[in-house]
């Protein structure tokens, strides 16, 4: 059974950084496209970032270019999402996502972490 746990969540500042991280357990993720969502109040769920577990794919909405960074740990097995320069509009829960298929089919989600952004 996959199982995916968020932490790293909170509040910060207009500028801050906060690193979310996604430990994985349950299965072997080498085949695997892991990914963060993110869905903000009233808004669709949004693929914000996903990394191919060998790390070398990687994918980034625009909004968060120059900005966010996925990167993952193989040993630890355990994906993290390093956030810069955050913005009000980055106010979000965020999910960790797992793709077995590298099709874009995110079959298995962690339960989310809030991020708040304040002006």
């Known amino acids: 059974q996959v199982q995916l746990v968020e932490s790293g969540g909170g509040s910060v500042q207009a500028g801050g950084s906060l690193r979310l991280s996604c430990a994985a357990s349950?299965?072997?993720?080498?085949?695997?496209?892991m990914g963060w969502f993110r869905q903000a109040p009233g808004k669709e769920r949004e693929y914000v970032t996903g990394?191919?577990?060998?790390?070398?794919?990687?994918y980034y909405v625009g909004s968060v270019k120059g900005r966010f960074t996925i990167s993952g740990d193989n040993a630890k097995n355990t994906v993290y999402l390093q956030m810069n320069s955050l913005k009000p509009e980055d106010t979000a829960v965020y999910y960790c996502?797992?793709?077995?298929?590298?099709?874009?089919?995110?079959?298995?989600w962690g339960q989310g972490t809030q991020v708040t952004v304040s002006s």
């Open positions: 996502a797992a793709d077995p298929t590298s099709q874009g089919a995110f079959r298995y």
């Open positions: 349950g299965s072997t993720f080498s085949n695997y496209v």
């Open positions: 990394i191919s577990w060998n790390g070398r794919s990687t």
